[in-house]
């Protein structure tokens, strides 16, 4: 009998199943990166947003010289409905020694927020900032 070449049919076995687990772990590998991915876009566009309100916001102080204490909140218009906003102007919680009380009667602490739901985890993005009270 002459010499065989080629393959048995066990090698060829282990062979697929090396490649076979190692596309499990490669498979694995890309659904966590298609998921960061999806995590970064939605980050991005929620802070996108959060700029746009943070300038809507703004340029209502300035026309109404000043802001009033409150909370609000909203969904986005599309293409962004996914998100919602949420705004709270409350008073300084921040203790800035003998001059809180002229800092108090001045400024306000607005928290603005972006929140959505990515898969079934709530995320948010937000910013809090001294903004000037609405003088009475």
Not at 31 to 51: E, P
Not at 91 to 113: H, I, M, P
Request: charged share 20%.
């Amino acid at each position: 009998m002459g010499k065989r070449s080629g393959f048995t049919f066990v090698e060829l076995l282990a062979a697929t199943a090396v490649i076979a687990i190692g596309l499990v772990f490669v498979l694995g590998a890309l659904g966590r990166c298609m998921t960061t991915l999806s995590v970064a876009k939605r980050t991005i566009d929620a802070n996108y947003l959060l700029g746009k309100k943070l300038w809507e916001f703004d340029l209502e102080r300035r026309a109404e010289n000043g802001t009033e204490e409150g909370s609000w909140g909203g969904v986005f218009e599309a293409p962004n409905e996914h998100f919602n906003w949420s705004r709270e102007v409350a008073s300084v919680t921040s203790d800035f020694g003998s001059r809180s009380s002229v800092f108090n009667q001045t400024f306000a602490e607005q928290t603005v927020r972006v929140l959505w739901m990515q898969g079934r985890a709530p995320r948010s993005v937000g910013v809090t900032q001294y903004v000037k009270r609405k003088q009475s």
